[in-house]
């Protein structure tokens, strides 16, 4: 039989070991990959800044000449929350937002969800000026690619 205090003690030391258990599970690495050809480089700050240019369509080439190609993926995947927290620093509201006025000023619509990364990683070998965000641990095993940058949204 467990003393009042024995209880408390078990109760607390099961709660932590869930939190911290709950803590890793939710603690994911991204990563923005980019065609292997890319020569694109500089600071993580420039390469994020550079990336949230490309993919809300407010210059549509790499420096140096290259079109860029973004790609999403699908709406409310873990992959693309991240991305839109911790790349594009905006809320779900300012990005619906912000497709609405380019469609209206230019025509332009929002990049090619991709549900897939296997599809993803295909479309980024095949265009030299193809991104997208994958798995941290997706990226090694993408053919014809590299990491750019990686990031967590926590």
């Known amino acids: 039989m467990y003393t009042f205090i024995q209880k408390i003690a078990l109760v607390f030391a099961t709660g932590c070991a869930l939190a911290l258990t ?7 690495t ?8 890319n020569q694109f480089s500089g600071d993580e700050d420039t ?5 949230k240019r490309l993919y809300l369509k407010e210059q549509t080439a790499w420096p140096g000449g290259v079109g ?13 929350a991240a991305f ?3 790349v594009l620093a905006m809320s779900s509201g300012e990005i619906e937002g912000h497709w ?13 969800g991709i549900g897939s990364a296997r599809i993803l990683a295909r479309q ?10 994958v798995l ?19």
């Open 22 to 28: 709950a803590g890793g599970a939710w603690a994911q």
């Open 30 to 37: 991204y990563a923005v990959v980019v065609n292997v050809e």
């Open 47 to 51: 390469k994020r800044t550079q990336i």
């Open 68 to 80: 860029a190609i973004p790609f999403g993926r699908e709406a409310g995947s873990p992959e693309q």
């Open 84 to 86: 839109e927290k911790a």
């Open 100 to 112: 609405l006025k380019l469609k209206q000023i230019r025509g332009e619509t929002p990049p090619r």
């Open 124 to 133: 980024i070998g095949k265009n030299t000026g193809g991104f997208g965000v």
């Open 136 to 154: 941290a641990s997706e990226a090694a095993g993408i053919a014809n690619a590299k990491v750019l940058f990686e990031f967590s949204a926590d």
